[in-house]
Nanobody
């Protein structure tokens, strides 16, 4: 059974940067697309970014394009989310999840299993 563990969250000022990591164990990492989602208090879970199993294809939600970069290191079984120019509206719990065959549709139902999340707080 694949397991995913997020790390790298924290408190940062507006305009700052954080790099989130998603460490994956079990399963076949190199054959799996990985996605990042986030959930702010009182709001629905929303797609942030995803990367294909080869890394050749990446998807981003419009509000993070040009600020966030997703990448993967197959040797380390880890996917990263580099977040730059952070804004208060980026504050949320960030989750990584393993993509199913329809991962490119970027819905929560297209990903399983999930990590437990890491908190990102951007102060104004």
């Amino acid at each position: 059974q694949m397991q995913l563990v997020e790390s790298g969250g924290g408190l940062v000022q507006t305009g700052g940067s954080l790099r989130l990591s998603c460490a994956v164990s079990g399963g076949t990492f190199s054959s799996t697309a990985i996605g990042w989602f986030r959930q702010a208090p009182g709001k629905e879970l929303e797609f942030v970014a995803a990367i294909s199993r080869t890394g050749a294809t990446t998807n981003y939600r419009d509000s993070v394009k040009e600020r966030f970069t997703i990448s993967r290191d197959d040797a380390a079984n880890t996917v990263y989310l580099q977040m730059d120019t952070l804004k208060p509206q980026d504050t949320a719990v960030y989750f990584c999840a393993a993509g199913l065959i329809t991962w490119y549709l970027a819905r929560p139902s297209d990903f399983d299993p999930w990590g437990r999340g890491t908190q990102v707080t951007v102060s104004s």
